[in-house]
């Protein structure tokens, strides 16, 4: 018996060292849980890829954290609290509208200012927000199983304006999604829950804010008070994090394993199989975590539980690619103190978005450079998973020099060209559905967690909120089965 693990965490990406580092926190208390986590990979961290190289240092995944309080306690609990950096949350965000940078309106008195809307759609906005809304209805809502995209709930609630200029950007630099195909409920599940008190967003805001409950929270003193509109990093980037985790978790971390099979036994425990450079290896355990990319899960669980494989089969990822670019400051035509812009799609330019890295994260490049990570395909032009490289850069170059840059712009100094062929989740109509049969189908399965970015939020923060949720389970399921 001794040599059967309680938990096994496949994937060591944040959501999975969240999970591994929040259950060794708990297995401090109680030493006698032995846990072990996997990844396929020789480095930690998934998704979250910084590269530094001479003074230059850059990030080809997730750029930033909005400093949640999740993340801020994982970050010092492992030791980062002198490490962390925040970008001024000052610096404005573009829109890129009509040829020309809009500055996102970030404050009331800055949005009747805005001329990134026009007076009819500051009103239809302002209507919509007090609840002047029209019903949710139409042949198309039926078919839809009553369920809205992102694109109609926005322009139902607040106009077209704001969903073509504001939404649809914004939706562009979290998902690369396709607003008339994500789901209003999974992607903005927090803004349509506003919307259920039939008041409009107004005042569902009002009253979200009333209904949180007043307790006082226990602040860890280490944690950094962060404002809104703030976002984070490491100084040495993102890797910092998965790096110090791993770094705690020690010897409870094998790099290059990668689980190729799993399976439950009568004993309730399962057996899982490992690629190892060392050759197969076998490990038995009381419970599994699966925080590999749906489609993965998909394959792992296929043999025995075909209806769980068959909705995680079902969400798509699309590509993007990541591509990082210097240039000499002298060759901007616009003052590049500001986030960065998102691009409508209707303004006919491939980049979804360009973030000004070294700008809201000075320090990261040589004097007199500036470095800019720019996104480019997902949702609405997944064909440019079959581009080369060199086609990759020209577009990203010919976006940039029609926004940013002045006349005979130099070549860029090409730092990398990320091509993720299967990017994010996508949260489409239809998502939420697919949770409710996935969660259903779990309850067949006890000792059995998925852990990852396709259920309840994409961003890190969401990724480390939901470790710690499944590390409680995990451990709640441990106690209630050794006690049965
Ligand atoms: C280009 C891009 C930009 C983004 N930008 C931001 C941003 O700025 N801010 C933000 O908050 N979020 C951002 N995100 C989202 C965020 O980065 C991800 O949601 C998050 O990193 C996902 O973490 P994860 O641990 O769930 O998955 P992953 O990072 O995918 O980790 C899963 C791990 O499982 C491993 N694995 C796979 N198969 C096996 C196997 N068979 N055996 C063992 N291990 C296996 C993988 O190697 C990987 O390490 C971005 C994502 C992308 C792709």
Redesign the pocket.
Known sequence: MTNILDALI???????LSLAHNLQKQTGERPELKILV????DRV????TTVKQGEFLWEE??????PGKDLLQLAVEVGLEKEFVFGDRKLPRYVYWKGQLIPVPMSPPALIKTNLLSLPGKFRALFGALGFVPPAMGAQLSEQGGEETVSQFFRRHLGQEVMQRLVEPFVSGVYAGDPNRLSAAAAFARVARMSDTGGGLLAGAVTSRQKQPKVKEIIDPRVPQTKTGELGSFKQGLEALPKAIAAQLGEAIELK????SLQPTENRTYIAEFATPEGPQQIETRSVAL???AY?TAELLKSWQPEISNELKAIPYPP?A?VVLAYPLSSFKVNLKGFGNLIPRREGIQTLGTIWASSLFPGRVPQGWQTLTS?IGGATNPELGNYDEDKIVETVHQDISRILLGPNPPSPKVLAVHL?QK??PQYNLGHPEILERIDRGLKSTPGLYLC??YMDG????D?VRRGRERSQEITQYLQQSRSS
């Open positions: 496949v994937g060591a990406g944040i959501s999975g996997t990844e396929s990979q961290g998934g998704n979250i995944g997730p750029n930033s954290f909005a394993w990668s689980l190729v925080t590999t990319p993965i993007v990541c996104f993720w990017a994010i990852s970015n994409v961003a890190l923060g990724c």
